[in-house]
């Protein structure tokens, strides 16, 4: 396939444009794989990667040492990053991949300069990412037709060795979800051919794949629905059983457990609020709407609600913490992680707590963000929210309702985004003539419960509040 020309000029950082332009007087630079999909999706490129051809890796290296600290440690495997102005730019050689072993790094990986880039973007995983583009020339080099894939929001491996790393069918799964794509036919085949290949890959590398999912995706639930359609959902328990549990139709006119779940996943990406957050948290809370109803497989029944039989789940959201829990380790989360997530969806239903006529109490709010530590009552709205959205087309005003007035009140004690402290402390109890021991823990305790309940509220109270404790 010949080459075609970009539909726009792409932005250069210019301290990598002057590498490019002394490289290309040795070799042939090409910009390969994400950057190039990214300047076609009319994305912003982060990442910059750079295939050299028709140069050695020694005259590539020693180029590439005038212009910044080198690592010479991917130079066996053809690849040298350099560091130019804090950032890192990866520059490789073509070459060849032959599977060797099992696992993601089962290859041999041989350097071949002479390479053409046809044969050297066929070990790519996708069409979309194994395209590259000449800065000089302004050729767009695809071969295997990735932008017309992109074009039709298809992700189609490059070739049949896609087999040969089980790792590519989770990374489907993320790119889906990023992109909004769907995954090929024949891909799906490929994919279903592979399920028994899940073991090979270290848990490291499956939580990288999970990560980006949770972080980065436009439409998390057709990453959702690549794990289906390849049945590669079975390695991912909690999730499979989802399919097929049925909810009360009056609630959840979309459809069953995993159904819902997708749109909810969809609907926190679409909040502007979740967008916003870091990315540690960001991640988190996505994996706390996809872990929301982990506990309705075991808790759905049928029972007489409301004057009628009815399908409900009592209990699901405390079921819930637990399957959150082991789903976070076996994806290799960081622990950090995982108390924040079982937080939320043990929590999800914190605004169904008061009675429908009234609004949350100020105690029961100062309880609620103490129990939502190490999360805040910010991210359970947002969690709150998702939930509530992800049952088109029904919304529920009385629900919206509520979770606004959960916010407010979180908003008026200024604990959105906090948990309350102990106003009384150890130091107070010195200052009234208490003797260390036993009694403080109990005492300070009991303070704290009080501060809760609303007692008092600032350190004037909380001394008020131990002299009355004490006559």
Same mark, same amino acid.
């Given at each position: 396939?010949?080459?075609?020309?970009?539909?726009?000029?792409?932005? +250069?950082?210019?301290?990598?444009?002057?590498?490019?332009?002394?490289?290309?007087? +040795?070799?042939?630079?090409?910009?390969?794989?994400?950057?190039?999909?990214?300047?076609?999706?009319?994305?912003?490129?982060?990442?910059?990667?750079?295939?050299?051809?028709?140069?050695?890796?020694?005259?590539?290296?020693?180029?590439?040492?005038?212009?910044?600290?080198?690592?010479?440690?991917?130079?066996?495997?053809?690849?040298?990053?350099?560091?130019?102005? %804090?950032?890192?730019?990866?520059?490789?050689?073509?070459?060849?991949?032959?599977?060797?072993?099992?696992?993601?790094?089962?290859?041999? +990986?041989?350097?071949?300069?002479?390479?053409?880039?046809?044969?050297?973007?066929?070990?790519?995983?996708?069409?979309?990412?194994?395209?590259?583009?000449?800065?000089?020339?302004?050729?767009?080099?695809?071969?295997?037709?990735?932008?017309?894939?992109?074009?039709?929001? +298809?992700?189609?491996?490059?070739?049949?060795?896609?087999?040969?790393?089980?790792?590519?069918?989770?990374?489907?799964?993320?790119?889906?979800?990023?992109?909004?794509?769907?995954?090929?036919?024949?891909?799906?085949?490929?994919?279903?051919?592979?399920?028994?290949?899940?073991?090979?890959?270290?848990?490291?590398?499956?939580? %990288?794949?999970?990560?980006?999912?949770?972080?980065?995706?436009?439409?998390?639930?057709?990453?959702?629905?690549?794990?289906?359609?390849?049945?590669?959902?079975?390695?991912?328990?909690?999730?499979?059983?989802?399919?097929?549990?049925?909810?009360?139709?009056?609630?959840?006119?979309?459809?069953?457990?995993?159904?819902?779940?997708?749109?909810?996943?969809?609907?926190?990406?679409?909040?502007?609020?979740?967008?916003?957050?870091?990315?540690?948290?960001?991640?988190?809370?996505?994996?706390?709407?996809?872990?929301?109803?982990?506990?309705?497989?075991?808790?759905?029944?049928?029972?007489?609600?409301?004057?009628?039989?009815?399908?409900?789940?009592?209990?699901?959201?405390?079921?819930?913490?637990?399957?959150?829990?082991?789903?976070?380790?076996?994806?290799?989360?960081?622990?950090?992680?995982?108390?924040?997530?079982?937080?939320?969806?043990?929590?999800?239903?914190?605004?169904?707590?008061?009675?429908?006529?009234?609004?949350?109490?100020?105690?029961?709010?100062?309880?609620?963000?103490?129990?939502?530590?190490?999360?805040?009552?910010?991210?359970?709205?947002?969690?709150?929210?998702?939930?509530?959205?992800?049952?088109?087309?029904?919304?529920?005003?009385?629900?919206? %309702?509520?979770?606004?007035?959960?916010?407010?009140?979180?908003?008026?004690?200024?604990?959105?985004?906090?948990?309350?402290?102990?106003?009384?402390? %150890?130091?107070?109890?010195?200052?009234?003539?208490?003797?260390?021991?036993?009694?403080?823990?109990?005492?300070?305790?009991?303070?704290?419960?009080?501060?809760?309940?609303?007692?008092?509220?600032?350190?004037?109270?909380?001394?008020?509040?131990?002299?009355?404790?004490?006559?």
């Amino acid at each position: 396939m010949s080459p075609s020309p970009l539909p726009s000029a792409p932005t +250069i950082p210019p301290r990598l444009l002057v590498v490019l332009d002394a490289v290309r007087r +040795i070799g042939r630079p090409l910009l390969v794989g994400g950057c190039v999909r990214d300047w076609l999706l009319g994305r912003e490129a982060k990442d910059f990667d750079v295939e050299v051809y028709d140069v050695s890796a020694e005259a590539l290296a020693a180029l590439l040492a005038q212009f910044g600290s080198t690592d010479p440690v991917g130079r066996s495997f053809g690849v040298i990053k350099l560091r130019v102005d %804090g950032v890192d730019y990866d520059f490789s050689l073509p070459r060849r991949e032959i599977k060797t072993a099992e696992g993601h790094r089962g290859f041999a +990986i041989g350097v071949d300069p002479a390479l053409s880039p046809t044969e050297a973007l066929a070990r790519r995983d996708f069409t979309i990412n194994a395209m590259a583009f000449d800065l000089f020339s302004g050729e767009l080099v695809d071969p295997h037709g990735g932008a017309s894939d992109l074009a039709a929001r +298809i992700l189609r491996h490059t070739s049949a060795a896609f087999v040969e790393d089980p790792l590519r069918v989770l990374r489907a799964m993320q790119f889906a979800a990023r992109f909004d794509f769907a995954l090929a036919p024949e891909t799906v085949a490929l994919s279903r051919s592979i399920v028994a290949t899940f073991h090979e890959l270290p848990v490291e590398r499956v939580w %990288g794949e999970w990560e980006k999912w949770a972080g980065r995706s436009v439409r998390p639930a057709a990453g959702l629905q690549v794990l289906a359609d390849t049945g590669w959902i079975v390695h991912f328990p909690e999730l499979a059983a989802l399919a097929g549990v049925p909810q009360e139709p009056e609630w959840h006119p979309e459809g069953d457990v995993f159904v819902h779940t997708g749109h909810c996943v969809d609907a926190l990406a679409r909040l502007p609020e979740w967008q916003a957050l870091p990315d540690p948290v960001r991640r988190d809370v996505m994996f706390a709407v996809l872990a929301h109803d982990f506990g309705k497989p075991a808790t759905t029944t049928r029972a007489e609600k409301r004057g009628r039989e009815r399908w409900v789940s009592p209990g699901h959201e405390m079921a819930g913490g637990p399957l959150a829990e082991s789903f976070l380790i076996r994806l290799g989360a960081p622990k950090a992680a995982i108390p924040f997530v079982r937080t939320l969806v043990e929590h999800h239903f914190a605004h169904l707590a008061w009675e429908a006529s009234g609004r949350p109490s100020e105690a029961y709010v100062r309880r609620l963000a103490r129990r939502l530590a190490p999360a805040t009552i910010e991210q359970l709205l947002l969690v709150l929210r998702a939930d509530h959205l992800g049952r088109p087309p029904k919304l529920c005003p009385a629900t919206a %309702g509520r979770i606004e007035q959960l916010a407010t009140a979180a908003r008026r004690l200024a604990l959105e985004t906090v948990a309350p402290r102990p106003i009384l402390l %150890g130091r107070h109890l010195l200052a009234a003539g208490l003797v260390p021991g036993p009694q403080f823990r109990a005492l300070l305790d009991a303070a704290f419960e009080a501060q809760l309940d609303g007692a008092f509220t600032d350190e004037a109270g909380a001394v008020a509040w131990l002299e009355a404790r004490r006559t």
